[in-house]
């Protein structure tokens, strides 16, 4: 474990400090799998839009940070997706992995954390 893996680790142990990476980290997620599908289709976000009946730069918005994103606008692109929104709710206990350069390549941290 380098110095960075145990700093995060620290950090992690921060109850408000994991709320707020916990947030961040499922809104990229959302945001990920928008773009992964969107990518998979062979579309760009202009396209993506057009269907969806909003702005190539909504898009762009959501794909890099989903915040307070409506789910009638989540339900709209998912539709131009042709897919559906689907939510669920899943056990509290998560583990966060963070990705950071090390060297030549990447490297996995994993902090875990539990919600309240």
Do not use: W
């Not at 700093?7 to 959302?30: G, N, S, T, W």
């Not at 396209?47 to 969806?52: Q, S």
């Amino acid at each position: 474990m380098n110095r960075l893996d145990r700093y995060i680790a620290r950090q992690m142990k921060d109850p408000a400090f994991r709320k707020r990476v916990e947030k961040e980290v499922a809104e990229l997620e959302v945001g990920i799998l928008i773009a992964r599908l969107r990518q998979s289709l062979k579309m760009n976000q202009t396209e993506l839009a057009a269907r969806a009946g909003m702005n190539a730069s909504k898009i762009s918005r959501i794909e890099s940070s989903a915040k307070n994103v409506t789910l009638n606008t989540l339900t709209r692109v998912a539709q131009a997706l042709n897919k559906r929104v689907k939510i669920s709710f899943v056990s509290a206990e998560r583990k966060v992995v963070f990705a950071h350069k090390h060297g030549g390549g990447l490297r996995k941290s994993k902090a875990r954390s539990s919600r309240g």
